[in-house]
């Protein structure tokens, strides 16, 4: 059981790269139910806008993006005390507020940041529930303007996480819709793979969400 928990923090971060990531699937039911309380007690919002639109205020970015190194440094800090971190990145999403999922955004499509960051930008922008973060995941996953030069096992992998945080989200229909786009327009077979099994994920709730720690040989 302890070895397990360990894995429900730290797993992130070593599945398929080797780095310190959290592993998304196994703190899969986490999650569920973090989306799930936010679910209650939210309301959707429009995203159009602020979809096409940087941080518009330099201040308020600069401000966040301090903030988010001293959660990153803590998060990892913390990679040994799996409950204590749970409980960190649980308060720490709780204080986002509008602007910073744009920010979040930024970071999670911005390949000057470190890969952990990059990980921990999607993981809240997943925690915390609206049609503003569905959208933003959703861009993110259908562009592949990766190339040769980039680390694209890691570019692969974090899209592949974010298709399981797709699922979580409360509008399945929309959810399908975009996963079924991404079927067809995606150039990466293990992309493929794993919208297919998130598509059918959301069929049947019977199935094993899909997880981006299963064997990517196939890429």
Excluded: C
Aim: hydrophobic fraction near 40%.
């Amino acid at each position: 059981m302890r070895n397990r928990s360990i894995l429900y923090f730290a797993g992130f971060m070593v599945a398929i790269l080797g780095f310190l990531m959290f592993d998304y699937s196994v703190r899969r039911e986490y999650l569920i139910k973090t989306t799930q309380q936010r679910n209650a007690a939210s309301t959707e919002t429009v995203a159009a806008e602020a979809t096409a639109n940087p941080v518009s205020d330099i201040g308020l970015r600069t401000r966040f993006l301090s903030r988010f190194k001293n959660f990153t440094t803590r998060m990892n800090a913390l990679s040994e005390e799996p409950e204590q971190g749970e409980e960190f990145l649980k308060e720490f999403s709780q204080t986002i507020k509008d602007q910073d999922i744009i920010a979040l955004s930024e970071i999670l499509n911005d390949r000057n940041f470190k890969n952990d960051e990059r990980t921990l930008a999607l993981e809240l922008l997943v925690m915390n529930q609206n049609f503003t973060s569905h959208e933003l995941i959703n861009t993110f996953v259908q562009n592949e303007n990766f190339t040769a030069r980039d680390n694209q096992e890691f570019e692969i992998s974090l899209r592949a996480q974010a298709i399981e945080g797709l699922t979580l989200f409360a509008d399945k229909k929309l959810v399908r819709k975009n996963l079924e786009n991404l079927k067809i327009r995606t150039k990466h077979a293990f992309l493929h793979e794993r919208a297919d099994k998130a598509i059918q994920y959301l069929s049947n709730s019977n199935l094993t969400a899909p997880s981006e720690n299963a064997d990517a040989s196939t890429r």
